[in-house]
């Protein structure tokens, strides 16, 4: 089964400054076809996970463009231009390319 | 906008059954996509069930699979999970949510969750 492994675990952050997660995974996310294979959700407080990325880059309809992802194989980034006050809650990063599909611990972002 | 909607017993017994429902609104589940299940045990992370393809191929987590079934009842367009000889350890929040990426990855809608306790 693949692994996948957050950090930091949590993210105090002033409003206004960027942020910045990491996502890795213990098997390469990247498809025969080229895609990388790994959403990220927001789950804010006292609510359903919501659905950010996928494919590693593609932002979901309606997110806003502070919010981006990257990277490849292994190592993925989800960051966060300026973080408002309403991006605070737990941030899971997902492997897609294999079952079980498999989440990451999470990362709590809060307000400074 | 699409609507999920998880139902079935706040409290099961240790050595029973948990049976839950998830209730689609505005889509119909055998046009296309995955539909799945997630858990999540008070204050901890997020673990995949299962889900099941439109046309019927289902996909179980390993740590769940012997005591797992998704199935799926488009004449009601409603899916169904069941998990057989429950302890305390499945005690959790549980979210139906439709995927459309591959084994319903790409979850874009969720339900709202249903907390399921287990206890005598």
């Known amino acids: 089964d693949i692994v996948m492994t957050q950090s930091p675990l949590s993210l105090p952050v002033t409003p206004g400054e960027p942020a910045s997660i990491s996502c890795r995974s213990s098997?390469?996310?990247?498809?025969?076809?080229?895609?990388?294979?790994l959403d990220w959700y927001l789950q804010k407080p006292g609510q359903s996970p919501q659905l950010l990325i996928n494919?590693?880059?593609n932002r979901a309809s309606g997110v806003p463009d502070r919010f981006s992802g990257s990277g490849s194989g292994t190592d993925f980034t989800l960051k966060i231009s300026r973080v408002e006050a309403e991006d605070v809650g737990v941030y899971y990063c997902?492997?897609?390319?294999?079952?079980?599909?498999?989440f990451g611990q999470g990362t709590r972002l809060d307000i400074k | 906008q699409v609507q999920l909607q998880e139902s079935g017993p706040g409290l099961v017994k240790p050595s029973e059954t948990l049976s839950l429902t998830c209730t689609v609104s505005?889509?119909?589940?055998?046009?296309?996509?995955?539909w799945g299940w997630i858990r999540q045990p008070p204050g901890k992370g997020l673990e995949w069930i299962g889900s099941m393809y439109y046309t019927g191929s289902t996909y179980y987590n390993p740590s769940l699979k012997s005591r797992v079934t998704i199935s799926i009842d488009t004449s009601k367009n409603q899916f169904s999970l069941k998990l057989t000889s429950v302890t305390a350890a499945d005690t959790a929040l549980y979210y139906c949510?439709?995927?459309?990426?591959?084994?319903?990855?790409?979850?874009?809608?969720w339900g709202q969750g249903t907390l399921v306790t287990v206890s005598s």
């Open positions: 997902m492997q897609a390319i294999q079952t079980p599909l498999a």
């Open positions: 098997q390469s996310l990247v498809h025969s076809n080229g895609y990388n294979y």
């Open positions: 505005r889509y119909s589940i055998s046009t296309n996509y995955y």
């Open positions: 949510a439709r995927g459309t990426g591959s084994y319903s990855s790409k979850m874009d809608y």
């Open positions: 494919l590693g880059s």
